[in-house]
């Protein structure tokens, strides 16, 4: 049922994309404030009178507080700062599938916002929403992505002290009668596919219940009000040691550190889980149209978010805590491809979101 479904060998039109090109290929980043000053950032996008960045930009998380891209952002953020010349300013506008982030982020009309999101978690709500027949709240077209920051694999938590079941093998035997609630970080990304996907193909029987992001699924977990969290390896590395985890959603485990040395599912229950819909990707991205108009702003942040990605210091503090592994770069225009290969998957998983989870 799953198989081939995600082709990271779709390819998306890039022509819409050819303003990342800076025109004025000779002026520097450092250049980029100090010489291009005059209107107080109205100015044109090609190079005339624009005083940017200002003292401070908005970072658009589209999680809640303490979740897996809040706790990213505050790892690369002070790197990013100082790549960019300009503090960063966080704001959680968590809900609705991240609808509500990205519809902020892309009504931003001079760059002065920065969105920090999910893949596929972002473009499959454009998906659900056609496949609804709701008028989408906006299109991939409207976002323009910076570059990649992480990827990992989803795996499945319960609390330490869980004693009804061990492994994922025992959670689905027990779900057969008995009631399981299981959380995640909203009502249609990969967390949530995860586990649609273990119960087509076995008999377990869960209720999903969708939260406002990752923060607020681990702390109700943490909590008792759920049984089971739907998460990834890093983004719930800080509840790993009130945590259990059951397995991963991979061929291999690449932090049992993290995971408990939890076992691939497929190889724990014999089914043939595609790993590859879960598998998620964090990218940060602007507003197309504010890219577009103003292309050296553009270039100067996506720019420094490539310097931040790179330093070998922000590095090393990952590889103090066993997360550099989850750092993954791809340009703006491979995030382009991967977000519309995942537009494309979640158009065919749609209809099962609104068969399980719960409203």
């Known amino acids: ?16 994309r050819q303003f990342v090109k800076l025109t004025g290929a000779g002026i520097g980043m450092a250049g980029l404030a100090g010489c291009l000053g005059g209107d107080g950032g109205n100015g044109g996008g090609g190079g005339g009178g624009d005083d940017y960045p200002p003292s401070s930009l908005t970072f658009v998380n589209a999680y809640s507080e303490g979740g897996g891209v809040d706790t990213n952002f505050r790892q690369i953020q002070e790197y ?12 959680y506008r968590a809900g609705a599938g991240t609808r509500t982030a990205a519809t902020t982020v892309a009504q931003d009309e001079e760059l002065m916002r920065i969105g920090g999101t999910l893949s596929p978690a972002t473009p499959a709500a ?20 910076l570059g990649t920051l992480s990827g990992e694999a989803a795996i499945i938590r319960v609390r330490d002290d869980e004693e009804r079941f061990r492994t994922v093998q025992e959670l689905v035997d027990y779900s057969v009668d008995n009631n399981i609630t299981v959380g995640a970080s909203g009502p249609t990304n990969r967390n949530v596919l995860s586990i649609i996907q273990l119960m087509e193909q076995t008999e377990a029987d869960f209720t ?13 977990l943490l909590q008792g009000e759920i049984d089971v969290a739907a998460r990834s390896v890093y983004n719930s590395a800080s509840i790993a040691e009130d945590s259990h985890c059951l397995c991963i959603y991979a061929e291999e485990n690449p932090e049992p550190g993290l995971t408990n040395d939890a076992p691939p599912i497929n190889d724990e229950l014999g089914t043939d889980i595609n790993y590859a819909p879960s598998n998620g990707t964090q990218f940060y991205y602007v507003s197309a149209a504010a890219a577009e108009e103003y292309p050296d702003r553009y270039e100067q942040v996506q720019q420094a978010f490539k310097t931040a990605h790179e330093n070998e210091e922000y590095r090393a503090d990952l590889a103090e805590i066993d997360e550099e592994g989850k750092l993954v770069w791809n340009t703006p225009e491979e995030t382009d491809a991967i977000l519309q290969s995942a537009y494309e998957t979640y158009r065919d998983f749609a209809p099962l979101f609104d068969e399980y989870v719960q409203s």
Not at 1 to 16: H, I
Not at 131 to 144: A, I, K, N, R
Request: proline residues 7%.
């Open 80 to 91: 990013f700062e100082d790549a960019l010349g300009a503090n960063l300013s966080p704001e």
């Open 208 to 220: 999903i219940v969708p939260f406002d992001g990752g923060g607020a699924t681990q702390t109700a």
């Open 1 to 16: 049922m799953y198989g081939g479904l995600f082709d990271e060998s779709v390819m998306v039109d890039t022509n819409r």
């Open 126 to 145: 454009v998906a659900v929403d056609e496949v609804e027949g709701t008028e989408p709240q906006y299109t991939l077209d409207d976002l323009q992505p």
